[in-house]
């Protein structure tokens, strides 16, 4: 086995452990490894350890690694993930090339993903980024206004809302410390899981709560996030 199949089976045991811990269905947590500053070659050599999902920050290098590993996109049906900011001269790039994004925070940008997703494509699936401890300086709609653009997207018919994203403002590295899971929990994942729990109980029939990192993935899925978001556990630090 490479590192890269040893980490994916560490991370998988991870989650595996997670779940049990909090009586949940492994099935239930989707993992998506984050593979910004990562080569075809070696995204290559996760899809050969039965990885699937994949995330891209940075649109331009996210392209162009769909178009090159095409054809195994194909044959395992991989799935990809824009997880990175998107401005409005980028939204075409995403609407024709990637499956998700997670990273949606206002309605114009949702408008030009509607209107520029192929028509012969399926619907874009797109999470809400949420804002969710206030930092001023990240991006992500704040909480009180999350029900809104929840509404506007509900109306666009070639996208489909799948939930909601968050990304906590100080990482909170627990490093499968339980102990430190309770604080981290507080702080970030149990609002983002409230949230969640209110579009659903509106009928917004959501079932993705993008929560979770390398160093965090413990309390997240102890909160209820069904897709953590996994880079340098699996490729290695960025450096
Ligand atoms: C880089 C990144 C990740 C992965 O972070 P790791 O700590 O390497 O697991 C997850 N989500 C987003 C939005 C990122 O930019």
């Given at each position: 086995m490479t590192?890269?199949?040893?980490?994916?089976?560490?991370?998988?045991?991870?989650?595996?452990?997670?779940?049990?811990?909090?009586?949940?269905?492994?099935?239930?947590?989707?993992?998506?490894?984050?593979?910004?500053?990562?080569?075809?070659?070696?995204?290559?050599?996760a899809v050969a350890a039965g990885q699937r999902d994949f995330g891209e920050n940075y649109i331009a290098e996210g392209v162009e690694k769909i178009i090159t590993l095409a054809a195994e996109?194909?044959?395992?049906?991989?799935?990809?993930?824009?997880?990175?900011?998107?401005?409005?001269?980028?939204?075409r790039l995403v609407a024709q090339h990637f499956d998700w994004v997670h990273t949606v925070d206002r309605l114009k940008i949702a408008e030009r993903l509607n209107e520029q997703r192929p028509a012969d494509a399926k619907r874009l699936q797109v999470c809400i980024q949420v804002n969710i401890d206030n930092s001023p300086s990240k991006s992500g709609v704040a909480p009180d206004e999350v029900l809104a653009l929840a509404q506007e997207i509900a109306k666009l018919p070639r996208l489909q809302l799948r939930g909601i994203m968050a990304i906590p403002d100080i990482p909170i590295s627990t490093q499968g410390n339980f102990a430190m899971n309770n604080i981290a929990i507080e702080a970030v994942y149990t609002p983002a899981r409230v949230l969640f729990e209110h579009l659903n109980a509106l009928n917004y029939d959501i079932d993705t709560l993008s929560i979770g990192m390398s160093a965090d993935l413990e309390p997240a899925i102890q909160s209820g996030s069904t897709m953590v978001r996994v880079g340098s556990a699996i490729f290695g630090s960025r450096a």
């Open positions: 590192n890269i199949q040893q980490n994916i089976a560490t991370v998988r045991e991870r989650i595996q452990l997670s779940c049990h811990k909090a009586d949940r269905n492994s099935d239930d947590v989707t993992l998506l490894a984050v593979s910004k500053t990562v080569s075809a070659e070696n995204i290559k050599l996109t194909a044959q395992h049906n991989l799935q990809w993930h824009c997880i990175g900011p998107v401005q409005s001269n980028k939204t």
